[in-house]
């Protein structure tokens, strides 16, 4: 499952030097608490961009699709294309930007809709899908507050009547992205960016239009209200098994706390990221550890030797600050991280030789190493931790347990009331 590699050199995990598995079960849980949530009248869009945020995009869409959801999101045409090429039929949306210059490629392909904002781009749109004996579905957004694609209403009226006169487009939706909503407790600003499209959908269907879709949910908007779900939610983030953020769980908690309802769904981290270890070496007291030397052991040391750095996604700030799992116990970065190398502490941790496995995100025995205390080491976001694993790190789909009846019940209904108190 290598996407970057074009011939694999190895053909499963125990070949592998470094490797990230992806859990069916877990993204097959997750599709189910979605579902559950948003019911079954609503489009589940599950966002595959930027490689399916690192965890493999041709192999998550088919194992999203295959758990229930309806629709593929992606953010540019290539990605799209690559669906398409690999035999995925699922309904694609492209939310990102579209050049005139891509239309024609994506005209070549059934089944892909568009975010739309400028009048050039629609005519070459219908030009592009005429040609190609199509008709491509868009969707106008609507400029609410982030200021970073989208139309105002008046605007977006006057691209409606352009899309309306041409043959080979036609106008299935409009579209909204909230600016802050995962990033506070205090959702007023996102309120009034929801308050906002619905005057635009008013104002659309007075003039006459009929919008088979209003969509502007995220994850943190599917999560929090179910008012956003209108129909159709694009899912990023919840459907990897992270949360958006601490604020949005602790809104998720404050709801619970206020009102006695709520949803708190229960999800399942997909990805791991492991390595071997490649070598052991002993490093006597007062012996330097890596770059710079910004490492002196102060007693004879084991150090094992890991083959990626950051190249391969795994930061820098992470040096002399992070730690790996390895036998179930944390082994501390020693040192700068390097470009493909990295060197760990592993003078406590019994049997590590050539060949052992580190845990570099995920669990090991009792231990687990999560996005969010990456990203908190790193100064970013979980979304970039994963979305910035290299590509020429291995995804396997991993076919763990299936769950059981029980616990998929449990999955769906989140936590009660009473299972908080
Ligand atoms: C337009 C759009 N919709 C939906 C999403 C999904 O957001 P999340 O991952 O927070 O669910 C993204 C992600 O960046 C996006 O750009």
Redesign the pocket.
């Known amino acids: 499952m290598n996407s970057a590699c074009p011939q694999p050199l190895a053909q499963s995990i125990a070949q592998e030097a470094f490797w990230c598995e992806v859990s069916q079960r877990a993204i097959w849980s997750n599709v189910e608490i979605l579902r559950h949530r948003v019911g079954s009248q609503v489009i589940l869009g599950i966002?595959v961009?930027s490689d399916a945020?690192g965890h493999g995009l041709v192999e998550c869409a088919r194992e999203f699709v295959a758990a229930g959801a309806d629709w593929l999101?992606v953010?540019f045409a290539y990605e799209a294309v690559k669906l398409r090429q690999a035999g995925v039929t699922a309904p694609i949306y492209i939310?990102?930007n579209v050049s005139a210059a891509q239309v024609a490629t994506i005209a070549s392909y059934p089944d892909i809709r568009m975010a739309l904002y400028d009048a050039d781009v629609a005519r070459a749109a219908a030009a592009a899908a005429r040609a190609a004996g199509r008709v491509i579905p868009v969707h106008i957004l609507i400029e609410t507050g982030t200021h970073r694609q989208g139309l105002t209403i008046e605007e977006a009226l006057e691209l409606a009547a352009t899309v309306s006169q041409l043959d080979g487009i036609v106008l299935e939706g409009i579209s909204t992205?909230y600016a802050d909503i995962?990033d506070t407790t205090d959702h007023r600003f996102a309120h009034q960016q929801l308050e906002l499209l619905n005057q635009a959908e008013r104002a659309f269907r007075q003039a006459g239009y009929d919008l088979a879709i209003v969509q502007s949910a995220?994850?943190?908007a599917?999560i929090l209200w179910n008012q956003t779900h209108a129909s159709m939610v694009?899912?990023?983030?919840?459907a990897y098994g992270l949360w958006?953020s601490k604020e949005t769980y602790a809104k998720v908690l404050q709801t619970f706390a206020e009102r006695g309802e709520g949803f708190l769904p229960n999800l399942q981290p997909v990805l791991s990221w492991r390595a071997r270890v490649v070598q052991v070496k002993s490093v006597p007291a007062g012996g330097y550890v890596g770059y710079g030397r910004t490492f002196r052991a102060t007693q004879p040391m084991q150090i094992a030797v890991l083959p990626l750095g950051y190249h391969e996604g795994y930061d820098r700030r992470l040096s002399n600050l992070g730690y790996v799992l390895i036998n179930g116990l944390r082994a501390p970065v020693c040192g700068r991280i390097c470009m493909n190398m990295m060197m760990v502490d592993v003078t406590p941790i019994p049997n590590v030789q050539v060949g052992t496995v580190a845990t570099l995100m995920g669990s090991d025995g009792d231990e687990r190493i999560s996005a969010e205390q990456l990203a908190n080491w790193m100064g970013t976001i979980n979304?970039e931790v994963v979305a910035r694993i290299h590509p020429s790190v291995p995804r396997y789909l991993v076919a763990d347990a299936p769950l059981s009846p029980a616990a998929a019940a449990d999955l769906r209904s989140g936590r009660t009331t009473a299972a908080l108190a």
């Open positions: 966002v961009k945020y999101i953010n939310c990102g992205h995962e995220n994850s943190a599917t694009r899912v990023g983030i919840a958006p979304y």
